[in-house]
């Protein structure tokens, strides 16, 4: 799956940033210590094959725990790959927390994340990402502690995480309108969401997110009056260009 996400950028103009999540589920027919050691052991050649950005782990009582989501972490910080995390989704186990410890470039989910946890992502500079669509699909009730999150001063991004398990999503638009109906997050914090704290939780806040000299001219043109229009309206995409490295795409 890395190897074929490295080559998409080969045929189409989009860009692709790859992450390894190989500690996300254990396969039924495996020992968990045995599953856990090869996903560590497999860590030092993607890197070196430059296959992954970013090292993932599921921190969560379903998936793993944080002392194993630590061995995977450790891996990935030998091998010189910055971490993400899927944390504190259906219950809190510190995973905010955990991610900040080893400077995560972000954490997401967070529905159950504590007040002491979004004070640790603070001050790690990681990024909470919140999956709006993901809470809507598997019918959650814990909303994310946004106030926190502001409170703390976190930079907060808002993502579809499609994935056909939890969040068959598509439209980052229609993500948009979830964090603001179910979040109530502000028109202006779901287009920084959308935009500088995404690229930030990507690694690649020096080359996009934000319009800058010497970044890329990395566009998509709306024909809309104001902001808001991005967010209010459901299921419409008024998409009008899309510019990739300073050319239509």
């Not at 793993?64 to 809190?92: I, M, N, W, Y």
């Amino acid at each position: 799956m890395l190897r074929a996400a490295r080559r998409l950028p080969q045929m189409r103009r989009v860009r692709v940033t790859t992450t390894y999540l190989g500690a996300h589920a254990w396969p039924p027919d495996r020992e968990r210590d045995a599953y856990l050691d090869e996903v560590c052991r497999l860590i030092p050649d993607l890197a070196r094959e430059g296959l992954a950005d970013a090292v993932d782990a599921f921190c969560e009582g379903i998936a793993f725990s944080a002392e194993e989501t630590t061995r995977v972490f450790s891996a990935a910080r030998d091998a010189g790959l910055p971490v993400k995390l899927h944390a504190d989704q259906l219950s809190d186990r510190d995973g905010a927390a955990l991610a900040a410890r080893f400077g995560a470039l972000s954490a997401d989910h967070l529905e159950h994340t504590s007040e002491s946890g979004a004070a640790a992502l603070a001050s790690a500079g990681t990024v909470a990402v919140l999956l709006p669509g993901a809470f809507y699909f598997i019918r959650e009730t814990k909303l994310p502690p946004v106030e926190a999150f502001r409170r703390c001063g976190v930079p907060m991004a808002v993502a579809t995480d499609c994935n056909p398990g939890s969040s068959p999503l598509t439209s980052l638009l229609l993500a948009g309108n979830m964090a603001a109906t179910l979040f109530r997050m502000t028109v202006d914090e779901i287009v920084a969401g959308m935009t500088r704290n995404a690229a930030r939780a990507l690694g690649l806040a020096r080359e996009i997110g934000t319009l800058e000299t010497g970044k890329s001219c990395d566009l998509a043109i709306f024909e809309i009056e104001r902001p808001a229009e991005l967010v209010y309206r459901m299921g419409h995409a008024p998409l009008a260009h899309r510019v990739v490295a300073g050319e239509l795409a």
